[in-house]
């Protein structure tokens, strides 16, 4: 038990644990509880949480409801751990699932529940892909982010993490996602114009994957218009649609999904990050049944759909999804945070812009330099904000959807705050 003497001490993460730790340097406190949209370090200071787990807390930290469900289940001894067994944990989330989220959207497809985390479900949706459509090459698209097992970190744009993998990355091909040359160069005419001239080089592939909100890659959000140009293509051509709603989708942008707005309809979606609820561990594929090519077990894993991720995920389906009030709470509370930040980009000195949507925010700051002392400054006032894009120069703002109003207002204030001292600091 730490003492008072030793409390938010890091020493023993310095020692023992590896370099490769991150968020602890940027966050230098030891965090000991939360609740909502608060965090709370061992000397029982509170932060308000707009990091939320890179996107994993959709509904907060520990909704009581949520988790109420899981203590139940334990205490029945429902089943934790039974591998891909058939289980009423399970057979209870892909019903409800259907039924709340698939069927009201006329959308139809089965169920692949591989490893826990978000990279492995990647893989899963690229071997299928190839393995469904026959060709090799997978396009991607700049400034993308997938995850950093191999096959993921292929499809993954930044260098910083693809030069970690220490091999060459096959079969994969970037194009430029949309705005990527600015906004007036449609980058999906470009990607047509490639892919109909047998002569450009470029080979047809098996997928396209993409995120319709890029997360890490800077929230670059992809307008309706570019993405049903892609799927477009995508059907002309005979090439897989993979959208990667890891971090995007589970309400971020308004509705379950990120591509609801544009009315695509993906072969392959991939769903982590806030699926169980509660940041328990679980990813999903969702493939139009024709997909299914798999023989048993050829992709598999030792933690597929774990059950007690599973009960909260049905919880939240249950409290959440059931009506459009999370919904409308997300469009309203975005354009409060979006007005709130555009305010924020007027009166600084810097060139400061507001990119993305729904919840899904970020404050451009155009280099790596002043985001960074802007969220440091932030985090001393008690603010948990992270950075994203090529050069950490943008400030990703994912508070939980369910925050309250007074929570997040004073979450911008630090925020607001923070950029103004930071600016008068500079200048
Ligand atoms: C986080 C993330 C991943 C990787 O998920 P892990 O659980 O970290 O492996 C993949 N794609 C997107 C869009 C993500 O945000």
Redesign the pocket.
């Known amino acids: 038990m730490p003492t008072e003497r030793n409390s938010n001490s890091l020493v023993a993460f310095e020692i023992l644990e590896s370099n490769v730790r991150s968020y602890s340097r940027s966050f230098p406190v030891v965090f000991r509880k939360a609740a909502g949209a608060v965090l709370e370090d061992e000397k029982g200071s509170v932060y308000i949480d707009f990091l939320s787990g890179?996107?994993v807390l959709n509904y907060g930290h520990n909704d009581p409801d949520l988790l109420h469900g899981a203590v139940q289940y334990l205490q029945s001894n429902g089943i934790v751990h039974g591998l891909d067994m058939a289980t009423s944990a399970k057979r209870e989330f892909m019903e409800h699932f259907d039924a709340t989220i698939l069927r009201p959207r006329g959308l139809r497809y089965k169920f692949q529940f591989p490893g826990p985390?978000?990279?492995n479900a990647?893989e899963a949706a690229l071997k299928l892909a190839r393995k469904a459509n026959g060709r090799h090459t997978v396009i991607s698209f700049t400034n993308g982010?997938?995850?950093v097992s191999l096959g993921?970190l292929a499809v993954t744009g930044n260098r910083y993490y693809r030069d970690a993998a220490g091999l060459p990355s096959a079969g994969v091909v970037f194009m430029p996602y949309d705005g990527y040359f600015g906004a007036d160069q449609d980058t999906s005419e470009y990607l047509d114009k490639l892919l109909s001239d047998a002569s450009s080089g470029v080979d047809l592939p098996a997928a396209i994957i993409l995120?319709t909100v890029q997360?890490?890659g800077g929230i670059n959000s992809a307008s309706k218009d570019w993405l049903q140009s892609v799927e477009r293509l995508c059907r002309k051509n005979g090439i897989l649609l993979i959208v990667?709603d890891?971090?995007a989708g589970c309400g971020r942008t308004g509705s379950f999904f990120s591509f609801d707005f544009a009315g695509l309809s993906p072969d392959i979606v991939v769903l982590?990050?806030s699926l169980s609820g509660v940041g328990l561990p679980l990813s999903l594929l969702l493939l139009k049944p024709e997909l299914d090519v798999w023989q048993p077990g050829e992709h598999n894993g030792t933690f597929r759909g774990n059950n007690l991720a599973l009960v909260t995920a049905t919880a939240a389906l249950q409290k959440y999804w059931t009506d459009e009030k999370l919904s409308q709470g997300v469009l309203e509370k975005g354009r409060i945070i979006s007005g709130r930040l555009r305010q924020i980009a007027q009166s600084s000195a810097n060139p400061l812009s507001v990119r993305g949507r729904g919840m899904m925010l970020g404050l451009d700051c155009s280099t790596g330099k002043l985001a960074e002392k802007i969220v440091r400054k932030a985090f001393e006032d008690g603010l948990v904000v992270e950075r994203c894009g090529v050069e950490d120069q943008v400030i990703k703002l994912l508070p939980p959807l369910t925050v309250d109003e007074k929570t997040l207002q004073r979450g911008l204030d630090i925020l607001d705050i923070s950029v103004h001292e930071v600016s008068t600091m500079t200048s």
Do not use: C
């Open positions: 890179a996107g985390t978000g990279a990647v982010f997938h995850g993921a995120e997360g890490e990667d890891i971090q982590s990050k």
